[in-house]
């Protein structure tokens, strides 16, 4: 009886709490939109499931072994750690913001403490130790994506480039939103919240992983929720953007072939665009050299089996363990904030802007280059969300003309978005890291 | 809040200036290199993608592929019942 | 002449003991296995050579730096260790024993002082220390089996989940009987140990080594060992006892052919199945919850290149780093024991209670249902052992009637056992763990 | 020793007790699952049957079909000999 | 204006060293060897590619958080390094060789205070610390390699393992240079320096990585390029000694064709290799354990998946992380030293003189066994440098005859020479190590 | 310095006769487990070296079947072309 008794006062049912309940919703919602609606799947499938197990109650899979320790609360386990971490409270719950707040010796010293005591990390927690709080899954997705860029589109064109440029607008000018909310009071983040928010106008998912990772962990769940949800919804963002920025007779605009480009271009640039990085912003050299790595192992044609695998179990192997991480970020006590509504509608305005940003640059520079170079559709290509922003910018010149091809124009300042936002990101690094 | 905000200010003229500035760069560096590849192996090269046709795994080209050859069997078969 | 004479006081030949010989031998014994009767090869060959590699006379390969330092035992090393175990003893086994059973904090400060010495982790130690102690390979390989895992034919007779759970009776009875062995004196088994050994009838390696990691780890070399083993051998113990319980007009009984499972379903059960153990048993969430994602992947339709890859490349990965660490626990210090034969014959009695029970189960729910309704012999597949345990019921079933394909029958309950074991494998943590 | 063994008889009946109650539950669910997915999906879809039929990969009609085609180039051979 | 200025005080152009500028260059040079001149592509695309990350100024991505605390020096950070390293100086120089010398326990302690401090492991260190200081990528290639051995043309000739032995000279006549270049006073390697050097003799870039990364991982960036660039210059160092030491007559001489090896004998030759290695020397036991353990997976028949992931997914994920630790050694500060430029003389002496003996050998034997047995060009292949060598035995003996096929002949020395110099790296590793 | 010459020299004489000794060793063992094995399976086994010609995945073979192939068709087509 006392077996039965114990065995239900540790299950599930008894023990949720109604944030937990309301997470594994959230959950479901992801899975619900990854697999009916495609949205960005290959991540949205491990977060949404990830999100799951770390809502699993008195399972804590996503805490670390100080956490649990805290959770079961047994009184000399407690007391322990107040000990080590030199606090005169024995509250769970203000023991462990006295954890989060330590630094690393006692962040080390405690977990000594809470294994000796039979507490263990879940697996969750060690697996975002490992894979993402390293810095070390963002980094290997970039040099998957940079082995499978074909970056001739922008060498045959390279001021495209300044439409990668034009559209990380959308991040500065979210940073600026989030600290404008800051002011009037009705938000509070932090200058390293604010540019961590910011980068979901990167659109780009590795790259907003990373610097959340270093400027604001604690966010990571909601902004790359938010970075993955956005790029899905970039079919359903950008057109009203685009179409109100652009005249019928600019939308038509047919673009002159692009010329060929040889393999030693190919070859040469990324090595160009490290040394450039090397140069000038030391803060981008991990995003962009892991990017740079990649794309040259796919172009010097010399190592076409460690570009393969890149591209493909590597990769795959590193996603599958990114997304569980970032999902094991979406615990109850960390997501359930009113930072994260504001983090979802300040992301939907760094897409926003950075579209507009994207077009209004590609219109001035059709402008300067007498008026009918560049299709200004092909701008908002430029907040990058690769493929897909390409694809809306081709699908709706082909709106305005049934002959006018501009996805491989588009897939230009593409690519160059992606250069765009890690620059943009080694800035933020820079500047508040 | 207000020095948040100035540093917020700051870090979009600075972050947005550097970016611009980054970019163009990489636009007269990537010029540049193109130009020097280009001098020194003018004629582009239509033999690679002349190779990629016919070495091509086109989904489309193996559906017409496969129900060609299908079409063969089948007349092969149908001769030979013939005989 | 000096150095002539240390390399042969530094030889295998010169050092090697007699358990390590016996080792040896066993690990050639398993290869013998694995190669020629075709046991289970992907997982055996990686444990015989990771045995062998584990005997080989001071090369230390399955050993801690501690371990590897005690095994040397320079006076000093020994000094310093004895003072950071805080030992009055400096007798090498002494020592070794104390630092087995000193907590984490003692581990990691008497590792430093080993490492200080100048010795490291034997390479084996390290792939069992990340791959296993942790828990990672036995989760990433269930990932993996759910990816591989068609719950079609369950889904079209959910019935058959009951003979899934009929034959965990074998895990039970088998933590009993290693309880009432102790009980009598002729072995000596605490709780814990008695848990991890009954897992071994859950016919399913993973769940096995993932148990006995966590309950009793100095027992994994001999339980995986046994589980693997044993599973290979269903063919040879399953049938005497499937006659034996079942008429002749039993066995001819053929099942009506099953229904079409959608898609849809497919997609659902994985969700389902993973809520209902967030309610019920948060203790068996880890494993059934990497289960659950690596079936959803394979079944959502969005995620192929992911379950492709846990498939593929991860799981074997995986698989080679994990044989190679549960063969690092066949070292002669640890396996040579009167446990692990009792361990032994106690694997081979759970699979035998096990098959029975799923077998009368499946009579039992013939004759409620009518008599004509299922074939008792897919209940022995209940055990798991996927897809060998159904493929001899289905064996069985043809030589009683040569028509009688009860292969996608037993699939059912086959996977169905999978789940039952991984459900007893939460109860006996949460109980004993 | 006594207690030992209480332990494991008190081990077996919970544990075998937990087991059956949670598949039975499974077993509730998943049909309750199956009825509901059922009732917005009637007719089974026979065409995913068809397709995965017709790109069926089965070691045994390539068998087959590498049989068939040989002797379609076998023919060839011969009309081209012929000729 | 004031962050104008920081951005240009920590931009690249500002901080570059000389030593960083000419290590770029190396590193520039490295990937036009590899992509241009194919030299082992493989290994020098990504040594290259990370010598360059590895010297960005500023950006630390192979420095340990110690390091890049050291590198920013500020003064409170210092102050406390200082006391942890039990420093009476602040000269954070300084400090880095008290670092660098200090024992496992300080560096813990230090590393530490440097996290606490905000400062973290580069990115390049993290992977050199998993991958190859703890020895693990080494074996894990040394795995793959032996799953893509075949040992079918060692085995119908036995005797060309003779060959193998004798191109170890090699090695240990480079090691007496080394110790000789010292006793002139020209140079300043130690014995362990020497024997690490020595290995490059080995031309098998696997075995030499293992042993520096045992005996003197500060040589390790120098001793890794010289292996693999030695081995890609295999066609132009062997060919010109390989004809002054023949004679037209011998390099005419056709080998009788090879007996057929049984699939038995493949699958025992790997265990009986591994016993021999139990046996005698198990100080190479993990070299040669993994390479035997790679080989029996590739023969049993058993584990085709298995050896297939450890061919291809396995060996090139961790030659990508290798390759950039490897890369990571190229900063300027350890690699730029007059040791360096002997590493590189002493390592193409070591390809020479093994080149030699293993042709002389092969023609002691030829006499041996009546003058028409053995052609002695395939000596040279005994080297290892598989399978180029190998290629060069052929060609060789193609230029005397154009009807003289040796490659198969010189694929049995070729193996053996494997082996050897794992031996001999044994023998290494147990003397000096 | 005298003494790292000699540590030198000794590791030249007892690691190259370490490698001699272990690689003749090896000669001698694997002679052996050849001889017995080969006692054990006496005849050579043709047979898989024929199933391995059957089943070649050799570039040149599948060139020239592609091209056997092709011409097949194009024969195929031509003959439906003339009915
Ligand atoms: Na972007
Ligand atoms: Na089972
Ligand atoms: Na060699």
């Not at chain 1, 665009?273 to 040259?296: E, K, S």
């Not at chain 1, 994260?340 to 520079?365: D, R, W, Y």
């Not at chain 2, 079409?71 to 013939?82: E, Q, V």
Request: with cysteine; glycine share 10%; hydrophobic share 55%.
């Amino acid at each position: 009886m006392e077996k039965l008794l114990s065995i239900w006062f540790a299950s599930g049912m008894y023990n949720i709490t109604f944030g937990q309940f309301f997470m594994i919703i959230v959950g479901l919602v992801l899975l619900y939109l990854a697999i009916n609606k495609k949205f960005e799947p290959l991540l949205l499938v491990p977060i949404g499931f990830g999100g799951i197990l770390a809502n699993i109650p008195e399972a804590g899979m996503a805490f670390s072994a100080v956490e649990n320790a805290l959770h079961f609360a047994r009184p000399e386990v407690v007391r322990d750690l107040a000990a080590t971490l030199g606090a005169t409270s024995f509250d769970p719950d203000q023991l462990k913001h006295i954890y989060y707040d330590s630094n690393a010796s006692t962040h080390a010293a405690a977990s000594l403490v809470a294994q000796d005591a039979g507490y263990s990390n879940g697996m969750l927690y060690n697996f975002y130790t490992i894979a993402v709080a390293s810095g070390a899954a963002p980094l290997l997705i970039f040099m998957g994506v940079g082995a499978m860029t074909d970056f001739g589109p922008l060498l045959a064109n390279p001021r495209t480039l300044f439409l990668g440029a034009a559209a990380q607008f959308g991040i500065f000018a979210t940073v600026l939103g989030a600290v404008g909310l800051t002011s009037l009071g009705w938000m509070n983040f932090s200058i390293k919240e604010a540019a961590a928010i910011g980068i979901i106008g990167g659109a780009d998912g590795p790259t907003a992983i990373y610097v959340s990772t270093m400027l604001a962990p604690h966010l990571l769940g909601a902004i790359a929720v938010s970075a993955y949800a956005y790029m899905a919804l970039v079919p359903m963002v950008q057109p009203p953007i685009m179409r109100a920025l652009t005249t019928q007779r600019e939308r038509k605009i047919v673009m002159s072939q692009l010329r060929h480009v040889s393999k030693r271009e190919k070859i040469f640039f990324p090595i160009v665009l490290m040394l450039l990085v090397a140069m000038l912003l030391p803060d981008a050299a991990p995003l962009l050299g892991m990017f740079c790595f990649g794309n040259l192992m796919r172009e010097c044609g010399v190592v076409d089996r460690l570009s393969d695998t890149a591209q493909n179990a590597l990769i795959n192997i590193v996603t599958i363990f990114l997304g569980l991480s970032v999902g094991s970020k979406l615990s109850a006590d960390k997501f359930l904030d009113l930072q994260t509504l504001g983090i979802l509608v300040l992301g939907i305005v760094a897409f926003a802007v950075g579209t507009a940003a994207g077009v209004l640059m590609a219109k001035l520079m059709n402008q300067m280059m007498g008026g009918n170079a560049i299709n200004p559709l092909i701008g908002s290509a430029g907040v990058s969300a690769v493929p897909m922003a390409a694809r809306v910018s081709n699908k709706l010149g082909l709106e305005a003309n049934s002959q006018n091809f501009l996805l491989m124009h588009a897939m230009g300042p593409n690519v160059a978005g992606v250069i765009g936002s890690a620059v943009a990101a080694g800035v933020m690094i820079k500047f508040v890291g | 809040m207000d020095e948040l905000l100035s540093e917020g200010l700051s870090l979009m003229v600075f972050g947005m200036g550097f970016v611009i500035v980054f970019l163009t760069l990489l636009v007269i560096a990537t010029s540049a290199m193109s130009r020097i590849v280009m001098r020194f192996e003018p004629a582009p090269v239509p033999k690679a993608a002349a190779k990629a046709k016919t070495m091509s795994s086109n989904p489309a080209d193996d559906a017409q592929l496969i129900a060609v050859m299908t079409a063969a069997i089948h007349k092969f078969r149908n001769d030979r019942k013939g005989q």
